[in-house]
T-cell receptor, first 112, second 113 residues
Framework: EAGVVQSPRYKIIEKKQPVAFWCNPI?????LYWYRQNLGQGPELLIR????????DSQLPKDRFSAERLKGVDSTLKIQPAELGDSAVYLC??????????FGPGTRLTVL | DQQVKQNSPSLSVQEGRISILNCDYT??????FLWYKKYPAEGPTFLIS?????DKNEDGRFTVFLNKSAKHLSLHIVPSQPGDSAVYFC????????????FGTGTRLQVTL
């Protein structure tokens, strides 16, 4: 069974530039999560989707971050414009209903 | 405020001995707890979980103990193997499911030969 796929794996951009991350969840998983993990910290939830509906986006900085999950499958997380403090690993996870989450390898973002 | 705390950033254990990783939480609404393991350049992988209605859950070499009165849980790995070397994250949920997780900061376990 294929796991959660994320791309790109690494991204380096200059501040004020836009950036987008893509996630393909495990087939059949209706719940999708985006997390941010800062160095030396645990993952922090940014947004959770149930199918195509964002059911928890309370931790998403909506002034610069946006996300979408088209047709309840793939998802994209965007930052525009990026700031130095956005440097982190962005993790996508998926689950079937509210069971255990399976994580992708993450995208390491460096903002210069 | 850190609702899930892993106060030991690192732990070194000899192969074959027991590894004990600790986790404390402050939110009394948490009722479901999980441990994830993370290798470098990979995402966290689920290891074991426990519901608040239990005080112990065992899966092979891994056992999680929950002390609700102390708001403390621990992960025991017996015997420890070199492949267990990784960062271990404790996570908690107040929803009775694995849907909304609050993670600790992780403990890096090194199992030496």
């Amino acid at each position: 069974e294929a796991g959660v796929v994320q791309s790109p794996r690494y991204k380096i951009i200059e501040k004020k530039q836009p950036v987008a991350f893509w996630c393909n969840p495990i087939s059949g998983h209706n719940t999708l999560y985006w997390y941010r993990q800062n160095l030396g910290q645990g993952p922090e939830l940014l947004i959770r989707y149930e199918n195509e509906e964002a059911v928890d986006d309370s931790q998403l900085p909506k002034d610069r971050f946006s996300a979408e999950r088209l047709k309840g499958v793939d998802s994209t997380l965007k930052i525009q414009p990026a700031e130095l403090g956005d440097s982190a690993v962005y993790l996508c996870a998926s689950s079937l209903n509210q069971e255990k989450q399976f994580f992708g390898p993450g995208t390491r973002l460096t903002v210069l | 405020d850190q609702q899930v705390k892993q106060n030991s950033p690192s732990l070194s254990v000899q192969e074959g001995r027991i590894s004990i990783l600790n986790c404390d939480y402050t939110n009394s609404m948490f009722d479901y707890f999980l441990w994830y393991k993370k290798y470098p350049a990979e995402g966290p992988t689920f290891l074991i979980s426990i519901s608040s209605i239990k005080d112990k859950n065992e899966d092979g070499r891994f056992t999680v103990f929950l002390n609700k009165s102390a708001k403390h849980l621990s992960l025991h790995i017996v015997p420890s193997q070199p492949g267990d070397s990784a960062v271990y994250f404790c996570a908690a949920s107040a929803a009775g499911t694995a849907s909304k997780l609050t993670f600790g900061t992780g403990t890096r376990l090194q199992v030496t030969l």
